[in-house]
């Protein structure tokens, strides 16, 4: 133990400095043979996976505008006339008519996302046994690196794909002169054709089907337009490669290169999209120009020149923040998977967690940047024609989690491909409020989108036998997405953005959801009717039903956007009129209510059952990433959505396991968010045949499996560890909240905090040792801890009242009726210690035991 202290505070002593932490590596002593064991590289357009072969190498490629179809709004002019029958039976509680109904409201499925194309290395080796096999993925530099020893020869590839140039680019040597002979091919799963010139380009030209399935008993599985300027997304790869020594030359429609000592390949690409509204063919831009254009800028500068912006760009991001959990050397010395696979054997892979921690800070800076369209289900990583669940944008829960991590593990930069799809999801969900709902104001966005911004219910018409209501019947996405753009304010206190850009677009959200509610008779308050808690059922009576009205998960949204509202209307002294609006519409709302067994009920009515294991708790969204439910302010609410997640128990699928350690951490249990943490660390073979969404786990790459794999439970995990280090959602900053006694010693720099401040923490025995606060707007700084501190530069004093700091006030306290009081049980209270001071903005403060 004495050893792995000193070995602990030495690499924190050397941490800041390091430019090369060899702990941040995912590394293999054998290459891939299933995509879930490739490695992804991206620069938030082009996505990579490579599998390391060595007779073969094969990069599976990606662009994340590359979708099936086309500009299809899909709205229902049936809705306005269906709507009034649809409340009458949800009102008469005849939810079975209610859901019938609504099957007459659905329309169409999203498009889906598709694979680029793949590059292909064939090398002349002989039939020889590799040895001295070595792959990684270095997060340090985001390049990943193949070696191995192949008849005497040492051999080495290094892949990265560059934001600031565009292109993915591939450096192979060898340290024997003349060694390299190999084949360079293009391929798709696509309808493509490919073609070399005499400048040695290697081109591949495609068409992406007008449309793909999304059930396996469609008609027609994927379709393409018979006419090539018929719908249908074009899309063009283009490849050149220079040489030390040897030559490369065209032959049929691959490159060869020959007796080289070094070769670099410069692979560029692009689509035809040309925006969310437009024919990608008769209004498309012609890809050819774009990928022709990135290569002229590329080719043939040098390699080191291109690594060296590569690495520049991505480390001025990733470098922001570092986390130390402590590391055994013995254990870096075995092989990512083996490390995993042995996991639960080898208590205190402490390494392993900050890995995966930083390989989702990682996966965000190479799936979202500026300029590109945000995360899907698979990020911007897919294989498939036919992905699961079309790996689109599922705007109930997981298009979000996606960009829990933005904010507080410190790349705000990367939220902005959200941003820009609200903007176009607001223009064409407003078309759907019209004719869908005759809501002549603001916008709405349903369970699914894609490239082209749908926004109207998906179910497949009233044809698909399978499109249920419990996800079709949900319009609330617009109000969820309007909480990141006000959660981006709190982090950065950027007012200029609240004004331009989050201002106009949570008000159009909330336009729409003024109109949607409606009086309950009975109660007087304001619901929402039809109403869904997502894809999860109301059990009543030994029935299932999928309607219902007002659930949790739709007043809590409602309500965290109106306050949001209200506080942003006080803040840029503007829209008094609306403000009022929604003061009024607030105090109206339904209140939550803690049901019969203690629980937070889900549904209108006290019908939650206990043994309700379903991987969805929406209602829970108040707790985290709501701000409602907090334990200091509201101990009862909190304590039934103790017992709400308690019901529900901890396995479940990837994504809804990466929520939980959320959930548990802003109780302050952080034991209990390591344990599911922990559970998501069982290896999945993406061998073998299991279960879809049979309980969650990791791929071999890191990959987090639902299964199949889906990235939001990376993102969601890395926003849970952050979240059990620190959190600042009840007006004050809490340091260490919810650290597990697995994690006794151990530091994190770079974190952010509501208020714009930044963070760094050290701590030992469990117990906060240090800690700094970098203010970046300035304000009174309120923080709370489990043991006395003092701040070294100014004097503190004891927090009283509320915070004065507009980037960092609590929610307030939430209307809420209690079933059974007796029913509730207590959570257990800590000490804290909550102090405040002012900041100057650009100063930093050291806080330290007294």
């Known amino acids: 133990m004495k050893h792995f202290v000193l070995s602990f505070f030495i690499f924190s002593a050397l941490g800041a400095a390091a430019q090369q932490d060899p702990a941040l590596k995912l590394w293999y002593n054998q290459p891939a043979t299933a995509w879930e064991e490739a490695l ?8 990579a996976m490579v599998f390391g072969g060595v007779q073969k190498e094969h990069y599976q490629l990606n662009d994340n505008t590359l979708w099936s179809g086309f500009p299809d709004p899909g709205n229902n002019p049936n809705g306005p006339t269906v709507l009034p029958q649809v409340r009458q039976a949800v009102f008469d509680g005849d939810y079975l008519k209610a859901a019938a109904l609504w099957k007459k409201m659905q329309g169409p499925y999203s498009a889906r996302y598709l694979p680029l194309g793949d590059l292909w290395l064939e090398f002349n080796h002989k039939d020889s046994t590799a040895t001295q096999y070595y792959r990684d993925l270095d ?3 985001a390049i990943s690196t193949v070696r191995y020893t192949k008849d005497g020869v040492a051999y080495t590839r290094e892949t990265f794909v560059s934001f600031p140039s565009r292109t993915m680019v591939v450096r192979i040597s060898a340290n024997k002169k003349g060694a390299l002979n190999f084949n360079v091919g293009l391929t798709s799963k696509l309808h493509f054709e490919t073609s070399t010139d005499p400048a040695n380009l290697l081109v591949l030209k495609g068409k992406a089907p007008k449309f793909v399935a999304n059930r396996p008993y469609e008609p027609k599985q994927v379709e393409y337009a018979d006419d090539p300027k018929g719908e249908g997304m074009t899309f063009e790869i283009q490849v050149r490669v220079t040489t030390n020594g040897g030559s490369v030359y065209a032959e049929g429609n691959q490159l060869k290169v020959s007796n080289a000592d070094v070769a670099v390949i410069y692979l560029t690409e692009a689509t035809s999209f040309n925006g969310f509204n437009r024919s990608p063919v008769s209004e498309g831009k012609n890809p050819t120009v774009e990928a022709r254009s990135n290569m002229t800028k590329v080719f043939p500068l040098p390699f080191d020149h291109l690594k060296k912006l590569h690495v520049n760009d991505y480390q001025s991001l990733f470098k922001r923040v570092q986390l130390n959990l402590g590391k055994n050397d013995e254990l870096l010395k075995q092989p990512t998977d083996e490390r995993l696979k042995q996991f639960v054997s ?13 390989f989702g800070r990682y996966l965000m800076i190479a799936a979202s940047r500026p300029g590109s369209r945000p995360t899907n289900l698979q990020g911007i990583w897919n294989e498939h024609v036919q992905p699961p669940w079309g790996s689109n944008y599922t705007t109930n829960i997981n298009t979000e989690m996606n960009y829990w991590l933005a904010e507080n593990t410190n790349l705000s930069e990367c939220h902005q491909p959200l941003f820009n799809f609200i903007k176009e999801l607001s223009i064409n969900g407003a078309v759907t409020a019209k004719v869908n709902y005759n809501i002549n104001e603001g916008w709405t966005v349903h369970h699914n989108s894609d490239l082209w911004a749908k926004t109207s219910p998906p179910g497949g018409w009233e044809w698909d036998e399978k499109g249920m209501p419990r996800w079709s019947c949900w319009p609330m996405a617009g109000v969820w997405f309007s909480t990141h753009l006000w959660e981006h304010y709190l982090y950065t206190g950027d007012l200029k953005f609240l004004r331009e850009t989050a201002y106009p677009l949570m008000k159009g959200a909330a336009q729409f959801q003024l109109q949607w509610l409606i009086n309950d008779p009975q109660s007087g308050f304001l619901i929402t009717n039809p109403s869904t808690s997502p894809e999860n059922t109301l059990k009543k009576d030994g029935q299932e039903y999928q309607v219902s009205m007002a659930t949790t998960m739709d007043m809590s949204l409602i309500r965290e956007l109106f306050t949001a509202l209200i506080t942003a209307s006080d803040l840029l002294k503007t829209d008094a009129g609306f403000k009022a609006k929604l003061v009024a519409a607030k105090a109206k709302l339904y209140p939550y209510h803690i049901g019969q067994y203690g629980q937070l009920q889900e549904w209108f009515k006290d019908w939650d059952q206990p043994t309700d294991k379903h991987r969805h708790l929406s209602h829970l969204f108040g707790l985290y990433p709501g701000s409602q439910i907090t334990l200091n302010r509201t101990p009862e609410l909190a304590a039934a959505a103790k017992q709400s997640l308690i019901h529900r128990g901890d396995v479940s699928t990837g994504w809804s396991m990466a929520w939980k350690v959320n959930w548990w951490a802003r109780l302050q249990d952080g034991e209990h968010a390591y344990k599911i943490l922990s559970d998501a ?23 987090d499996a639902h299964p199949p794999f889906q990235i939001d439970g990376n993102y969601g995990a890395t926003a849970g560890m952050t979240e059990m280090l620190l959190q600042s959602h009840d007006g004050r900053i809490s340091l260490l909240p919810a650290l597990p006694a697995a994690w006794p010693t151990g530091s994190v720099r770079g974190i952010k905090a509501r208020g714009n401040f930044t963070l760094s923490i050290n701590w030992a025995d469990g117990k906060l040792a240090k800690a700094t606060i970098l203010s970046g707007s300035g304000g009174n700084c309120r923080i709370r801890t489990t043991i006395p501190v003092k701040v070294v530069e100014v004097n503190a004093k004891p927090a009283a009242g509320e915070n ?5 006030t609590a929610y307030g306290l939430p209307p809420y009726e209690v079933v059974n ?18 900041t100057v903005k650009g100063k930093t403060y050291t806080v330290v035991p007294k």
């Open 40 to 47: 992804p590289l991206g620069n938030g357009k082009t996505g």
């Open 139 to 141: 997060l340090n530099n």
């Open 346 to 358: 080898h208590k205190g892979d402490n390494a392993l967690q900050s890995l995966y921690y930083q």
């Open 681 to 703: 660390f069982t290896y999945i073979n993406p061998r073998e045949v299991r279960e879809v969404m049979g309980g969650g786990g990791t791929y071999p790459n890191l990959f």
């Open 804 to 808: 004065a700091n507009m980037l960092n």
């Open 821 to 838: 009081k007796s029913a509730i049980t207590p959570l257990a209270t800590v000490t804290e210690y909550v102090i405040e001071f002012p």
